[in-house]
Protein backbone atom coordinates (compact mmCIF):
# COMPACT_ATOMS: atom_id res chain seq x y z
CA UNK A 1 0.00 0.00 0.00
CA UNK A 2 1.27 3.32 -0.94
CA UNK A 3 2.28 6.02 2.03
CA UNK A 4 -0.61 7.76 3.61
CA UNK A 5 -0.69 11.09 4.58
CA UNK A 6 -1.90 13.20 7.13
CA UNK A 7 -2.39 10.36 9.88
CA UNK A 8 0.69 10.94 11.56
CA UNK A 9 0.27 10.78 15.38
CA UNK A 10 -3.08 9.33 15.14
CA UNK A 11 -4.14 5.80 16.70
CA UNK A 12 -6.36 3.69 15.07
CA UNK A 13 -9.82 4.39 17.46
CA UNK A 14 -9.31 7.97 16.34
CA UNK A 15 -8.75 7.70 12.82
CA UNK A 16 -12.24 5.45 12.86
CA UNK A 17 -14.04 8.41 15.06
CA UNK A 18 -12.58 10.34 11.84
CA UNK A 19 -13.97 8.02 9.44
CA UNK A 20 -17.19 7.57 11.04
CA UNK A 21 -17.55 11.42 11.08
CA UNK A 22 -17.13 11.82 7.29
CA UNK A 23 -13.76 11.70 6.84
CA UNK A 24 -11.31 9.68 4.06
CA UNK A 25 -8.60 8.62 2.34
CA UNK A 26 -8.09 9.81 -1.27
CA UNK A 27 -5.48 9.01 -3.77
CA UNK A 28 -5.11 11.97 -6.75
CA UNK A 29 -3.26 11.38 -10.39
CA UNK A 30 -0.88 13.47 -12.21
CA UNK A 31 0.47 13.55 -15.53
CA UNK A 32 3.89 15.08 -16.91
CA UNK A 33 4.94 14.55 -20.09
CA UNK A 34 8.70 15.12 -22.31
CA UNK A 35 7.19 15.41 -26.09
CA UNK A 36 7.23 11.66 -26.45
CA UNK A 37 6.95 10.23 -22.96
CA UNK A 38 4.23 10.59 -20.77
CA UNK A 39 4.01 9.61 -17.28
CA UNK A 40 0.29 9.40 -15.60
CA UNK A 41 0.71 8.22 -12.06
CA UNK A 42 -1.05 8.17 -8.62
CA UNK A 43 0.07 10.31 -5.65
CA UNK A 44 0.54 8.90 -1.77
CA UNK A 45 -2.87 8.80 -0.55
CA UNK A 46 -4.28 11.66 1.41
CA UNK A 47 -6.15 11.70 4.93
CA UNK A 48 -9.02 13.98 4.59
CA UNK A 49 -10.85 15.04 7.75
CA UNK A 50 -14.39 15.77 7.47
CA UNK A 51 -15.06 18.70 6.10
CA UNK A 52 -11.51 19.26 4.35
CA UNK A 53 -12.09 20.00 0.31
CA UNK A 54 -10.52 16.74 -1.82
CA UNK A 55 -10.19 19.23 -4.44
CA UNK A 56 -7.96 22.07 -2.42
CA UNK A 57 -5.78 19.00 -1.09
CA UNK A 58 -5.39 17.86 -4.74
CA UNK A 59 -4.53 21.79 -5.93
CA UNK A 60 -0.74 21.04 -6.43
CA UNK A 61 -1.13 17.56 -7.74
CA UNK A 62 -3.52 19.50 -10.81
CA UNK A 63 -1.48 22.45 -11.23
CA UNK A 64 1.44 19.91 -11.90
CA UNK A 65 -1.11 18.26 -14.78
CA UNK A 66 -1.99 21.35 -16.08
CA UNK A 67 1.49 22.92 -16.73
CA UNK A 68 4.08 19.83 -17.55
CA UNK A 69 1.15 16.90 -18.44
CA UNK A 70 -0.10 17.64 -21.54
CA UNK A 71 3.08 18.30 -24.06
CA UNK A 72 3.65 14.70 -24.66
CA UNK A 73 2.38 13.09 -28.25
CA UNK A 74 -0.12 11.56 -28.13
CA UNK A 75 -1.17 11.02 -24.32
CA UNK A 76 -0.22 14.06 -23.35
CA UNK A 77 -3.67 15.50 -23.15
CA UNK A 78 -5.49 12.58 -23.05
CA UNK A 79 -3.60 11.93 -19.90
CA UNK A 80 -3.91 15.37 -18.54
CA UNK A 81 -7.54 15.50 -19.14
CA UNK A 82 -8.14 12.40 -16.89
CA UNK A 83 -6.04 13.34 -14.36
CA UNK A 84 -7.94 16.66 -14.45
CA UNK A 85 -11.01 15.14 -14.31
CA UNK A 86 -9.89 12.56 -11.38
CA UNK A 87 -8.35 15.45 -9.18
CA UNK A 88 -11.44 17.91 -10.14
CA UNK A 89 -14.06 14.95 -8.84
CA UNK A 90 -12.09 14.75 -5.08
CA UNK A 91 -9.88 12.03 -6.24
CA UNK A 92 -9.78 7.87 -6.33
CA UNK A 93 -11.68 7.46 -2.96
CA UNK A 94 -9.79 4.49 -1.73
CA UNK A 95 -11.78 4.78 2.24
CA UNK A 96 -12.73 1.19 2.46
CA UNK A 97 -9.08 -0.37 1.23
CA UNK A 98 -7.06 1.89 3.26
CA UNK A 99 -9.40 1.42 6.58
CA UNK A 100 -8.68 -2.46 5.72
CA UNK A 101 -5.70 -2.15 5.42
CA UNK A 102 -4.73 -0.31 8.26
CA UNK A 103 -7.07 -2.93 10.51
CA UNK A 104 -9.42 -0.01 11.68
CA UNK A 105 -11.78 -0.72 14.32
CA UNK A 106 -14.93 0.22 12.24
CA UNK A 107 -17.72 -1.62 10.00
CA UNK A 108 -16.47 -1.23 6.29
CA UNK A 109 -19.93 -1.30 4.78
CA UNK A 110 -20.57 2.01 5.70
CA UNK A 111 -17.42 3.41 4.22
CA UNK A 112 -18.59 2.61 0.41
CA UNK A 113 -20.54 5.81 -1.48
CA UNK A 114 -23.47 3.80 -2.18
CA UNK A 115 -24.06 2.83 1.49
CA UNK A 116 -23.55 6.16 3.14
CA UNK A 117 -25.88 7.78 0.15
CA UNK A 118 -28.53 4.71 0.71
CA UNK A 119 -28.15 5.61 4.60
CA UNK A 120 -28.74 9.08 4.17
CA UNK A 121 -25.40 10.48 4.99
Avoid at 15 to 24: D, F, P, T, V
Avoid at 40 to 59: M, Q
Avoid at 60 to 76: M, N, Q
Wanted: aromatic letters at 10%.
Amino acid sequence: MAKIVGIEGMNPQQLANELQSGGRFVQYQYCVSALVITFKRGTDIYFLRAGESPVLKGLEWTLLTLVAGWWGIPWGPIYTIQSLWVNLKGGHDLTPEAATALQLPIDKSTLYADARRAAGA
